[in-house]
Each structure stands twice: as C-alpha cells, then as structure tokens.
C-alpha cells in the first residue's frame, strides 16, 4: 500500500489549502484514514481521523471548525480542506492508513504512511 500526499505550500495567515492523499495498492475504502502534522522541534500529532464511513470524522480540538477531512473512495484519496490558517498551523503533514476497522488519534494504530507535505503559514 502506497500513499502520496500533496497539496502543501506557503499561504498567509487566514488562507486556505487543501491536501490530498491518493492510495494505490490496497482496498481504499476499508482503510479509516487519518491525517497527523509535525511542527519543527515537536513531536508528530494527530490532527483529525475519518472512518471507512465518510460520515464518521473526529478533529483534534485546536482544527475543529476550521479543518474538515473527507474521502472519495472512488478516486481512492482522502482530503484535508484547511481554513483560517494560523502560523502555528505550520508542519509537515502525513496521511495515515490503518488495517484495523476503526480510526485512532495514535499514530501507531496506523500501518501505512505518505511522505508528508509542508504548509507553511505566514503571519
């Protein structure tokens, strides 16, 4: 199982971006999918996770309202659309595929990584 993130850039504060993450060698849709960040200096943390159903989402508190995940199991590819982005939200991000039927906010329940994409947020 294969995962590529993409999306990333530089945005001012207040922007948006939107990240995508596309799978190749599995069963997509049974995957719950989720998506982490790793700031400079700080350890890898969860940002929000959504379930094989796309109806079933969790935010970690400091994206909720502004962060929405979804999923397309057509095209095999889970999104992050990111408003009102603020410097701190500043990271690497990687998407993460779990085999188990449920998602996680620990980054060891999942078994498959992307490379990671950067967002950079100016203030």
């Known amino acids: 199982v294969q995962l590529q993130a993409s999306g990333g850039g530089l945005v001012q504060g207040g922007g948006s971006l939107r990240l995508s993450c596309a799978v190749s060698g599995g069963t997509f849709s049974r995957f719950p999918m989720g998506w982490f960040r790793q700031a400079p200096g700080k350890e890898r943390e969860f940002v929000t996770a959504?379930?094989?159903?796309?109806?079933?989402?969790y935010y970690a508190d400091s994206v909720k309202g502004r962060f929405t995940i979804s999923r397309d199991n057509a095209k095999n590819t889970v999104y992050l659309q990111m408003n009102s982005l603020r410097p701190e939200d500043t990271a690497i991000y990687y998407c993460?595929?779990?085999?188990?039927?449920?998602?996680?906010?620990?980054?060891?329940?999942?078994?498959?990584w992307g490379q990671g994409t950067l967002v950079t947020v100016s203030s």
């Open positions: 959504i379930s094989r159903n796309p109806d079933n989402t």
């Open positions: 993460a595929a779990s085999t188990k039927p449920i998602y996680s906010t620990a980054s060891s329940w999942y078994d498959y």
